[in-house]
């Protein structure tokens, strides 16, 4: 599902990944570790196509989305890959279905077959009596949830999370974190997650470990 293979990336002279390779299979949760400034977030955004390595390839679903132009690309992002972050981004003044419904009707996928499966998506996070509700109206477990639901309205190959736990509380952390786990489940969904959270990190299929730009 994802191959990434002797990637390199720099920022100035400051050499963040140093030939990192990586396989996860599908229907596999994978949780990324490591020190502040070992290379995870870095190795997460060209994973997700949001930057691009300076050497080195990578595969999603078998597709190299580098080849593709700009628009092309972003389209694979929008299609293929979905984000979940620390803080959820919700738009505050759209409803929780509204700003799951988002990115399909970016898509420009019908939007009959958007609405209906942003209400799946939102009973299946457990939220289907808060869908009218704004974010502002939402406890910080459940916002994330509602993100949780907006990445996955398009069918993405992937979810990538960058510490989806990290904001908030000890109930709704663990509550997001076995959610990650019924996703992969039920939907067939396959997740690399980076995580401080070593709670989190342990409950992954396989736990990945990066130090100074390397896979240990």
Do not use: W
């Amino acid at each position: 599902m994802i191959r990434v293979s002797d990637i390199h990336k720099s920022f100035g002279s400051l050499e963040v990944l140093r030939g990192v390779s990586l396989e996860v299979a599908p229907r596999e949760v994978v949780s990324v570790v490591g020190a502040s400034g070992a290379g995870k977030t870095t190795l997460l955004q060209i994973i997700g196509t949001l930057s691009r390595p300076d050497s080195g390839r990578v595969e999603i679903d078998g597709a190299d989305p580098f080849v593709l132009g700009d628009r092309a690309l972003s389209q694979f992002r929008n299609e293929r890959i979905g984000f979940v972050f620390q803080f959820h981004h919700l738009l505050p003044e759209f409803s929780a279905f509204e700003n799951v419904c988002i990115p399909g009707y970016i898509g420009r996928r019908p939007r009959a077959e958007v609405e209906r499966r942003a209400d799946e998506l939102l009973s299946l996070v457990g939220l289907s009596a808060r869908r009218d509700h704004r974010p502002g109206q939402l406890s910080g477990g459940e916002q994330q949830r509602v993100a949780i639901a907006r990445a996955l309205i398009n069918a993405p190959a992937v979810l990538l999370a960058d510490e989806p736990s990290g904001n908030l509380d000890t109930r709704n952390r663990e509550e997001i974190h076995r959610l990650f786990f019924d996703l992969r489940d039920e939907l067939g969904q396959t997740i690399v997650i980076v995580t401080h959270d070593e709670g989190l990190a342990a409950m992954a299929d396989r736990k990945i470990t990066m130090s100074d730009g390397r896979i240990l």
